[in-house]
């Protein structure tokens, strides 16, 4: 989609779009309030922006709109509309040992037991592995510093898929 064509799109059709980058309609809305965009600038500014604005409501339901990592099966069924991106994002699970996978589940059911969410990471570029040890890191903090390092995960992860709907 070129942002020409986003910025064509009726206000719910782009909302709809706004909304597979990232799950928060508060953040989807406020970004498509400021439409028509100039240049792609001009939108990841209108992101930071409307993502800033955000509270822990919307990072929460923004949150549920992911799967958990490695979950192969709500890639094919709850997340259907973003499952190419999602499982890009997270292509190095695929590859990882069977004893990677479980204890990413593992502990992935521990945090959410925890938190209250699923484990958010920007998977791009990471091994699972490495997601592995964010994780087993992460696992120790508190709710509040939990909450704001999984909110910065989100946005990085907003705004590669915005530039992926975009390419």
């Given at each position: 989609?070129?942002?020409?064509?986003?910025?064509?799109?009726?206000?719910?059709?782009?909302?709809?779009?706004?909304?597979?980058?990232?799950?928060?309609?508060?953040?989807?809305?406020?970004?498509?309030?400021?439409?028509?965009?100039?240049?792609?600038?001009?939108?990841?500014?209108?992101?930071?922006?409307?993502?800033?604005?955000?509270?822990?409501?919307?990072?929460?339901?923004?949150?549920?709109?992911?799967?958990?990592?490695?979950?192969?099966?709500?890639?094919?069924?709850?997340?259907?509309?973003?499952?190419?991106?999602?499982?890009?994002?997270?292509?190095?699970?695929?590859?990882a040992s069977?004893?990677?996978?479980?204890?990413?589940?593992?502990?992935?059911e521990a945090?959410?037991?925890?938190?209250?969410?699923?484990?958010?990471?920007?998977?791009?570029?990471?091994?699972?592995?490495?997601?592995?040890?964010?994780?087993?890191?992460?696992?120790?903090?508190?709710?509040?510093d939990e909450?704001?390092?999984?909110?910065?995960?989100?946005?990085?992860?907003?705004?590669?898929?915005?530039?992926?709907?975009?390419?």
């Amino acid at each position: 989609m070129t942002l020409e064509a986003l910025n064509n799109l009726s206000e719910k059709e782009a909302l709809e779009v706004l909304l597979k980058c990232c799950g928060s309609n508060h953040w989807a809305t406020q970004v498509n309030s400021n439409r028509p965009f100039q240049r792609t600038p001009a939108l990841m500014e209108a992101a930071d922006t409307a993502w800033a604005a955000c509270g822990e409501q919307d990072y929460l339901e923004a949150f549920s709109h992911h799967p958990k990592i490695g979950d192969v099966k709500s890639l094919e069924n709850k997340f259907a509309s973003t499952a190419q991106w999602a499982s890009g994002e997270q292509k190095s699970v695929e590859s990882a040992s069977t004893s990677t996978i479980e204890k990413l589940a593992e502990l992935n059911e521990a945090y959410a037991s925890k938190f209250g969410f699923i484990f958010i990471v920007c998977a791009t570029g990471k091994s699972a592995k490495e997601m592995l040890e964010l994780l087993k890191a992460r696992i120790y903090n508190n709710y509040a510093d939990e909450l704001k390092i999984a909110a910065g995960e989100q946005h990085k992860i907003t705004i590669i898929r915005l530039n992926k709907l975009l390419s």
